[in-house]
Structures are given as C-alpha cells and as structure tokens.
C-alpha cells in the first residue's frame, strides 16, 4: 500500500522560508515521479514542482520559480520543497504525489496523493 505523508507546514510571514517533506512508504521510489500541488480556499489545485525519478529534471510553475526548490533524497524515501520568500499568495494546502511516469504538471497523471499539509503566509 503506497503512503505519501507530508509535514514541515506551518504560519509564518511573508519573507520567511518553510521546508515541506513528503515521506513516502510501498513504493520503490527511486522509480517514481514525484510533485509538488497546492491548493487555496475557493479555488483549483494547482501545480507547485516535479523531479524525476533521477532527481536530473526538475519543473516548477512560474508563479514559484525562482523561490522554491524540489529536491529529493532516494536513500530516505523523501521529496522535499524548499519554499523561500514566501508571500501571502502562497497560502495553501500542499499535496505530493508520485507517478511511475514522469506527469510534469498533469495532477490527473498522478495516482498517488498525500493528505496534505497547510502553509499560511501572513502579510
């Protein structure tokens, strides 16, 4: 049974820089595709980044290039977000998910989803 569990989220102000981590259990997981979504109150999940199973490729969504990074570490399981200069539009739930293929943004290409974890900017 494939777990994905997210943690690292939180409130901070905007500026500050959180860490995300997505610990992943059932899975060979050096194999997978692993993103980062997000979701706002009110609104559509969106697209934050990806890595290949490799960790060589990576993508991020324009609105975070720059300030965020995805990195993973195959010898712990985990996928990590590092999210810098935070801004209040940031403010969502963040979900990884993993794919045996490489999805880049497509969140319906992913069959694996975390229960998500929260990350509140305030201004």
């Known amino acids: 049974q494939v777990q994905l569990v997210e943690s690292g989220g939180g409130l901070v102000q905007a500026g500050d820089s959180l860490r995300l981590s997505c610990a992943a259990s059932?899975?060979?997981?050096?194999?997978?595709?692993l993103a980062w979504f997000r979701q706002a109150p009110g609104k559509e999940r969106e697209f934050v980044a990806a890595i290949r199973s490799s960790g060589g490729s990576t993508l991020y969504a324009d609105s975070v290039k720059g300030r965020f990074i995805i990195s993973r570490d195959n010898a712990k399981n985990t996928v990590y977000l590092q999210m810098n200069s935070l801004k209040p539009e940031d403010t969502a739930v963040y979900y990884c998910a993993a794919s045996r293929f490489y999805s880049a943004g497509d969140g319906g290409r992913y069959p694996y989803w975390g229960q998500g974890t929260q990350v509140t900017v305030s201004s």
């Open positions: 059932g899975l060979t997981f050096s194999g997978y595709c």
